[in-house]
Every structure is written in C-alpha cells, then in structure tokens.
C-alpha cells in the first residue's frame, strides 16, 4: 500500500461539555514536520499528539488544529466567595460607622470587588479524553486518505515500469544486428583503406569495438531496478525516499545507455526511458 503526502482529514466530538473540532491537513516535505495550533485548555496535550504522529507518519508537513467551544452551563457558571464578601462587607460597614455621612454598600459593589465572584472551576478531564480520541480518529482518517490517493498513482507507476521495460527490451534485442553492423562497418573500411585484413588485428578493434558499445551491463541494471521499483511498490509503510533512490540509479543507467549509443534506436529508446522515470520521479517526489 503507498501513500500520498498529500491529505486532509477533519473530526468532530460533541458532549455534555460543548464541542470539539479536528482538522490535519498534510502537504509534501522531505522529513515529518508536523505543527498544532490547540486551544490552551488542550495545550498539554500536544506532545503526546505529536509523538502519536511519529509513529504513524513518516514524511509530510502536518498542520494540526483544534477547536473548542463549551457549553454555556460550563464556561459561564460563577461561584461566589462568602468568605471574602462577609470581610468586605464588614470592613465597609466598619468604615461608615467612622464616617460623618456613610454610603450604603450595594450588593453590585461587593461582586465588582476582587475575588468575591469567580468562575466555577472546570472539570476538563472529559475533554481531555475527548480530544485524545478524536486525534486518533483524524489520524487514522488522513491515513486512509493518503492511502486512496496514494493508490491513484499506482496504475502510472505500473505504465511506465511496462513501458519503461519494452524499451529495455528492444534495446537488448537490437544489440546482435548492431553489433554485426559494426562489424561489417570495420571491415568496409579496412577495405576502403585498401588495408589486409589480418585476423588478429580485426579481432582486436573488434574487441576494442565491443568494449565501447557494450550495454549489456546497462540493460541489466535498468531490468533490475524496475524489479526493485516493482517489489517496492508492493510493499508496506513509506517507500517515498527509496523509490527516489531508485529513480537516481535508472536515470543513471538511461544516461550511460545514451552515451554509449552508436544508432538511433538506441539514442530514442535512451530519451524515452529519461522521459519514463522523469515522470516517475515527479509523482515519487508526492508519496510519504
């Protein structure tokens, strides 16, 4: 299974305590890059979602956030400190008994006075636990949207191995009726040079010949990485920056194959194979 870098995923959690909201949103990148915008109230929380994200990603800039709203019961319920309002009120009673013309107290002043009105204290724990789960949630949902999307892009891979693997097979099919040619070639102009044509010294530039246009080894390596993308792209987990290892290694042997071409064919088959995997590599340059 390959993944795409390339997601959004966005999770919503409903309680008794208001409502939480989800949204990972994952872009390509080189390394895993991951970023949380969290509400206070959750702040805590973020290493333990960060390090969630570590061992379920590999690659990609993450960009987390969440947003929560409580419930009106929870985030405007008041509690009033008696202690502190009696004390106010006392003190003040104590200062109009020593004034010539005492102002009443109300009961508005003592709840402006600081401390005597807070606000309840919340019990977050359940949201807490809340936002645990729904971090999992839209996790996994950016996995499975990665998956899909990553999964899109196999039937390109598999044309253009397909293709790719038909130019290499042409090439290696062509190579004795090339090679022949050449031969002929020498001959021709040994004879053109009104040159005998010693056994030894045509089997040496022959050998020489051989040397200079051998792409045997080429071939093989080309057939043998298009067996590795192959089996990679079978594989499990993030194959990414193998695949754009292999993508190296076949441009490298496309661009020996053309430096070493003595025909046409060769030079196109050579050009068509660096068309392939450059294709390859734009969409490699998109999974995790």
């Known amino acids: 299974m390959i993944r795409s870098m390339t997601a959004f995923s966005c999770q919503d959690a409903q309680g008794d305590w208001g409502s939480l909201t989800c949204e990972i949103r994952a872009v390509n990148h080189r390394y895993l890059e991951p970023g949380f915008r969290l509400p206070d109230t959750l702040r805590e929380l973020e290493n333990r979602f960060r390090e969630q ?56 002043d003592i709840l402006r006075w600081p401390g005597v009105m807070q606000a309840a204290e919340q019990d977050l724990e359940p949201v807490k636990a809340e936002a645990l789960a729904l971090f999992e949630r839209a996790v996994a949902e950016l996995i499975e949207a990665r998956e899909r999307e990553g999964e899109r892009l196999r039937p390109l891979f598999e044309d253009r191995l397909q293709q790719m693997a038909g130019r290499v097979s042409e090439v290696r099919e062509l190579m004795p009726e090339l090679l022949a040619q050449q031969e002929q070639n020498l001959r021709e102009r040994f004879q053109k040079a009104s040159v005998e044509l010693e056994p030894e010294r045509v089997s040496q530039e022959m050998v ?3 040397q200079k246009s051998d792409v045997a080894e080429e071939l093989d390596r080309l057939e043998a990485h298009i067996d590795e993308v192959t089996d990679t792209l079978a594989g499990d987990g993030a194959v990414g920056r193998r695949l754009d290892f292999l993508m190296q290694e076949l441009n490298r042997e496309a661009n020996t194959l053309s430096s070493k071409s003595f025909d046409a064919r060769v030079t196109r088959a050579a050009v068509d194979l660096k068309v392939l995997i450059e294709q390859m590599r734009e969409q490699v340059q998109n999974l995790e």
């Open 53 to 108: 994200l570590r061992t379920r990603l590999k690659r990609g800039k993450v960009e987390v956030g969440m947003r929560l709203h409580l419930a009106d019961s929870t985030s405007q319920e008041l509690v009033i400190n008696h202690d502190l309002a009696a004390s106010v009120n006392e003190a003040a009673n104590q200062i109009n008994r020593i004034l010539d013309n005492p102002a009443h107290i109300n009961a508005l």
């Open 208 to 210: 020489m010949l051989a």
